[in-house]
């Protein structure tokens, strides 16, 4: 199929920079789980369409784009539905992120895109429930993530974990703002509780790692004095590859998030077999971890599950319910079946 997508951005030299990142990532055969690989499940390139740009007629087979926040972006979008020359696949985000900033115009493209469409792709039910309820009918599709389990491990294959110490990622990414805050402090009184009860030769070899959303994160980590009386350590941004080589690093994850998500750590630390403890808030995570999730502000649960992989750590055990279903990592991560899946759903009948 010959197939494009909305790249969001408007200035030309952006839209190259975001394409030349897929390239490279696509000649390297990587598929990472996020949106803009999805027309890698259908075709074996694809091109990035630049905000306001004109679409050749016959050009293209489908044209994928999310479901923008701007007002520029959602005129342009709501032109390529309206026209109708090339079928739009619209893959909305979180509805936190889109309602933020909706007003009445905005409000009335949404549901003109969203109606009239001819594919609403939705990544969860929760969202699928969402779009439809938007536009008063059922018209959103759940459709297939690009997860691929064989492919993520063997990225790690070579990767050894460093012997004698313990290093557990907390929070990929940590927020103390806006809609994204997973709550930190939450997290950390119960952290603070458990390290101290632990001996003093095991504390010695545990470290926690995290990542902060953007630089008003960094800057609250730092002022807040987050990481006083723990020996976290805050990561600098990495590449996907090294992202997944410092997650086959760890002895264990802890990743609490807020609103609707996709769940692409939990795949990724269920990928590679790394003991976990998730938020409940995502179908997948209950999926894949169904022995280890909690919601936000259980911090009963929170307590009992932290406790049990920190002082596990001190027997060189690991408590089995916080590692994570084989066969649901399988499932999800079966990247031929995915591409077969949504090559059916876009084959299929329209809503």
Known sequence: MR???????????????????????RLEGLIYPDVYCLPLMLCERFDFLLEGEKVPLGKYDLILAELPGSESQL??????????????????????ILSRELTDAKLRMVKCILGGARHVWAYSPEL???????IGRERAVVIPWPYDLAGTQKLVASTRRES???????????????????????????????????????????SFHTFT???????????????KGLPFVREGKLGYRAFLR??????????????SILGRITFLAAALRRPGIFSDNSGLNVRLYPGATVAMFDTVR?????????????????DQRLMPSAAAAAEVGDFAANQARLQEILAGPQI
């Open 164 to 206: 004698g110490r313990h290093k557990i990622l907390v929070q990929a990414p940590m927020s103390f703002h806006d809609i994204v805050q997973n709550h930190p402090f939450v997290l950390k009184s119960v952290l603070l509780d458990v390290w101290r009860e632990l001996p003093g030769a095991v504390r010695e070899k545990i």
């Open 302 to 318: 929170l307590r009992d599950l932290v406790g049990a992989m920190l002082r596990e750590l001190a027997n060189g055990e690991t």
């Open 128 to 134: 699928k429930t969402f779009c439809d309820g938007m």
């Open 75 to 96: 005129l342009y979008l709501k032109s390529l539905v309206v026209d109708g020359n090339v079928p739009v696949a619209v893959i909305p985000g979180p509805p936190a």
């Open 213 to 227: 959303y953007n630089s008003t994160d960094a800057e609250k980590y730092k002022s807040s004095e987050f990481a």
């Open 246 to 259: 410092f997650l086959a690093g760890c002895d264990g994850v802890i990743n609490l998030t807020a609103g």
């Open 3 to 25: 197939i494009a997508f909305v790249s969001g951005q408007s200035q030309w030299w952006r839209k190259k920079r975001l394409a030349a990142k897929y390239l490279k990532m």
